[in-house]
T-cell receptor, first 112, second 113 residues
Framework: EDQVTQSPEALRLQEGESSSLNCSYTVSGLRGLFWYRQDPGKGPEFLFTLYSAGEEKEKERLKATLTKKESFLHITAPKPEDSATYLC?????????????FGKGTMLLVSP | DSGVTQTPKHLITATGQRVTLRCSPR?????VYWYQQSLDQGLQFLIQ???????AKGNILERFSAQQFPDLHSELNLSSLELGDSALYFC????????????FGPGTRLTVT
């Protein structure tokens, strides 16, 4: 069974304190790995897609990396507006078309 | 704003009732997905439609059904509602039926009393 585990469940940082969020996955084969940001009561907002081990993508203070077993979302010098829940999702090779399996997320709180 | 619209924003109804949630995908997107999000289960995939046809089914109960219309908007029908059906329901859309990023709507918060 395909599984996505995110850690930590919650993370509290001071403004400017860099850190990383982890997404470990177990799938028979990976078509793509997706990162989303979700604010309370809102829909997830697409951040990145990663396709193969070694791939990296950046957007402002966020950088996503991928290995064969996990992905990291690095947050450099975070600001309070980066506070949100970050969701990781995988699209397994054996899934129906583009269905995604999501992790439960990491809730990030950045204090000023 | 993702370009995906959902109505209504909030819905409060009683057990045993039936409701319909509506979704309009982004302009040009052919795939529509429905997800349920509850505090304990996280974001769960329910069903996918591509250009009017059902393409994939996830953890969707038999009491739930969906369809995608010729204008590509989609509706999710929930019947014989139970307290446990209270959740956020999201619609997402993508260009095609492959490895494409999905763009989510703002969601419908369903409360069953």
């Amino acid at each position: 069974e395909d599984q996505v585990t995110q850690s930590p469940e919650a993370l509290r940082l001071q403004e400017g304190e860099s850190s990383s969020l982890n997404c470990s996955y177990t799938v028979s084969g990976l078509r793509g790995l997706f990162w989303y940001r979700q604010d309370p009561g809102k829909g997830p907002e697409f951040l990145f897609t990663l396709y193969s081990a070694g791939e990296e993508k950046e957007k402002e203070r966020l950088k996503a990396t991928l290995t064969k077993k996990e992905s990291f979302l690095h947050i450099t010098a975070p600001k309070p507006e980066d506070s949100a829940t970050y969701l990781c999702a995988v699209q397994p090779v054996n899934s129906g078309y583009s269905t995604l399996t999501f992790g439960k997320g990491t809730m990030l709180l950045v204090s000023p | 704003d993702s370009g995906v619209t959902q109505t209504p924003k909030h819905l409060i109804t009683a057990t045993g009732q039936r409701v319909t949630l509506r979704c309009s995908p982004r302009s040009g997107d052919l795939s529509v997905y429905w997800y349920q999000q509850s505090l304990d289960q996280g974001l769960q995939f329910l069903i996918q439609y591509y250009n009017g046809e059902e393409r994939a089914k996830g953890n969707i109960l038999e009491r739930f059904s969906a369809q995608q219309f010729p204008d590509l908007h989609s509706e999710l029908n929930l019947s014989s509602l139970e307290l446990g059906d209270s959740a956020l329901y999201f619609c997402a859309s993508s260009v095609g039926a492959g490895v494409y990023e999905q763009y989510f709507g703002p969601g419908t918060r369903l409360t069953v009393t």
